[in-house]
Nanobody, 120 residues
Framework: VQLQASGGGLVQPGGSLRLSCLYS????????MGWYRQVPGKQRELVAS???????TYADSMKGRFTISRDNAKNTVYLQMNSLKPEDTAVYYC???????????????WGQGTQVTVSS
Protein backbone atom coordinates (compact mmCIF):
# COMPACT_ATOMS: atom_id res chain seq x y z
CA VAL A 1 0.00 0.00 0.00
CA GLN A 2 1.38 3.39 -0.97
CA LEU A 3 0.19 6.87 -0.11
CA GLN A 4 1.20 9.98 -2.00
CA ALA A 5 0.41 13.30 -0.34
CA SER A 6 0.42 16.60 -2.17
CA GLY A 7 -0.90 20.12 -1.98
CA GLY A 8 1.28 21.68 0.67
CA GLY A 9 2.99 25.01 0.26
CA LEU A 10 3.36 28.54 1.54
CA VAL A 11 0.20 30.49 2.27
CA GLN A 12 -0.56 33.74 4.04
CA PRO A 13 -2.53 33.80 7.28
CA GLY A 14 -6.23 33.55 6.54
CA GLY A 15 -5.59 31.69 3.32
CA SER A 16 -6.60 28.22 2.21
CA LEU A 17 -4.97 25.05 0.98
CA ARG A 18 -6.28 21.68 -0.04
CA LEU A 19 -4.18 18.62 0.61
CA SER A 20 -4.68 15.43 -1.34
CA CYS A 21 -3.60 11.89 -0.58
CA LEU A 22 -3.74 9.28 -3.31
CA TYR A 23 -3.55 5.71 -2.10
CA SER A 24 -2.87 2.59 -4.09
CA UNK A 25 -2.05 -1.05 -3.66
CA UNK A 26 -3.66 -4.30 -2.70
CA UNK A 27 -6.27 -3.21 -0.18
CA UNK A 28 -8.70 -5.67 1.39
CA UNK A 29 -10.75 -2.91 3.01
CA UNK A 30 -10.25 0.51 4.58
CA UNK A 31 -11.15 1.12 8.19
CA UNK A 32 -10.32 4.81 8.35
CA MET A 33 -8.40 7.60 6.67
CA GLY A 34 -6.88 10.60 8.32
CA TRP A 35 -4.52 13.50 8.37
CA TYR A 36 -1.94 14.16 11.06
CA ARG A 37 0.63 16.88 11.46
CA GLN A 38 3.95 17.27 13.18
CA VAL A 39 6.27 20.12 14.03
CA PRO A 40 9.90 19.63 15.07
CA GLY A 41 10.25 18.58 18.67
CA LYS A 42 6.61 17.65 19.08
CA GLN A 43 4.59 14.49 18.70
CA ARG A 44 2.55 13.86 15.63
CA GLU A 45 -1.03 14.92 16.28
CA LEU A 46 -4.37 14.08 14.73
CA VAL A 47 -5.85 16.74 12.49
CA ALA A 48 -8.91 14.93 11.16
CA SER A 49 -10.08 11.46 10.34
CA UNK A 50 -12.98 9.78 8.60
CA UNK A 51 -14.09 6.21 9.11
CA UNK A 52 -15.34 3.86 6.44
CA UNK A 53 -18.88 4.61 7.61
CA UNK A 54 -18.29 8.33 7.13
CA UNK A 55 -17.91 9.40 10.74
CA UNK A 56 -15.50 12.31 11.03
CA THR A 57 -13.32 13.43 13.91
CA TYR A 58 -11.48 16.73 14.18
CA ALA A 59 -8.97 18.12 16.60
CA ASP A 60 -10.57 20.96 18.54
CA SER A 61 -8.34 23.65 17.05
CA MET A 62 -9.30 22.60 13.51
CA LYS A 63 -13.07 22.36 13.95
CA GLY A 64 -14.87 24.78 11.69
CA ARG A 65 -11.74 25.51 9.66
CA PHE A 66 -10.69 22.14 8.24
CA THR A 67 -12.77 19.60 6.36
CA ILE A 68 -11.79 16.04 5.57
CA SER A 69 -13.40 14.27 2.65
CA ARG A 70 -12.79 11.30 0.44
CA ASP A 71 -13.42 10.23 -3.11
CA ASN A 72 -13.49 6.44 -3.19
CA ALA A 73 -13.63 6.36 -6.98
CA LYS A 74 -10.36 8.28 -7.12
CA ASN A 75 -8.75 6.53 -4.13
CA THR A 76 -8.12 9.94 -2.65
CA VAL A 77 -8.65 11.61 0.70
CA TYR A 78 -8.61 15.39 0.96
CA LEU A 79 -8.08 17.96 3.64
CA GLN A 80 -9.52 21.38 2.93
CA MET A 81 -7.88 23.92 5.21
CA ASN A 82 -9.37 27.38 5.52
CA SER A 83 -8.57 30.37 7.73
CA LEU A 84 -5.06 29.13 8.15
CA LYS A 85 -2.98 30.41 11.04
CA PRO A 86 0.79 30.53 11.56
CA GLU A 87 0.40 27.82 14.21
CA ASP A 88 -0.92 25.48 11.51
CA THR A 89 2.59 25.38 10.08
CA ALA A 90 3.71 21.75 10.12
CA VAL A 91 4.40 18.71 8.02
CA TYR A 92 1.09 17.05 7.25
CA TYR A 93 0.87 13.29 6.87
CA CYS A 94 -1.95 11.21 5.51
CA UNK A 95 -2.78 7.95 7.18
CA UNK A 96 -4.68 4.89 6.07
CA UNK A 97 -5.89 2.18 8.41
CA UNK A 98 -6.22 -0.87 6.22
CA UNK A 99 -8.16 -3.99 7.17
CA UNK A 100 -6.09 -6.98 6.16
CA UNK A 101 -8.51 -9.88 6.70
CA UNK A 102 -11.98 -10.99 7.79
CA UNK A 103 -10.80 -10.94 11.43
CA UNK A 104 -10.58 -7.16 11.04
CA UNK A 105 -6.90 -7.01 11.83
CA UNK A 106 -5.54 -3.69 10.66
CA UNK A 107 -2.32 -2.09 9.50
CA UNK A 108 -1.34 1.58 9.49
CA UNK A 109 0.17 3.20 6.42
CA TRP A 110 1.62 6.69 6.13
CA GLY A 111 2.30 9.08 3.33
CA GLN A 112 5.59 10.89 2.98
CA GLY A 113 4.37 14.18 4.41
CA THR A 114 3.79 17.53 2.81
CA GLN A 115 4.98 20.83 4.27
CA VAL A 116 2.44 23.52 5.05
CA THR A 117 3.83 26.93 5.97
CA VAL A 118 1.55 29.76 7.03
CA SER A 119 3.41 33.03 7.05
CA SER A 120 3.13 36.58 5.81
Amino acid sequence: VQLQASGGGLVQPGGSLRLSCLYSGNIFAIDAMGWYRQVPGKQRELVASVTNSGRTTYADSMKGRFTISRDNAKNTVYLQMNSLKPEDTAVYYCNLVVVRNWDHETDDYWGQGTQVTVSS
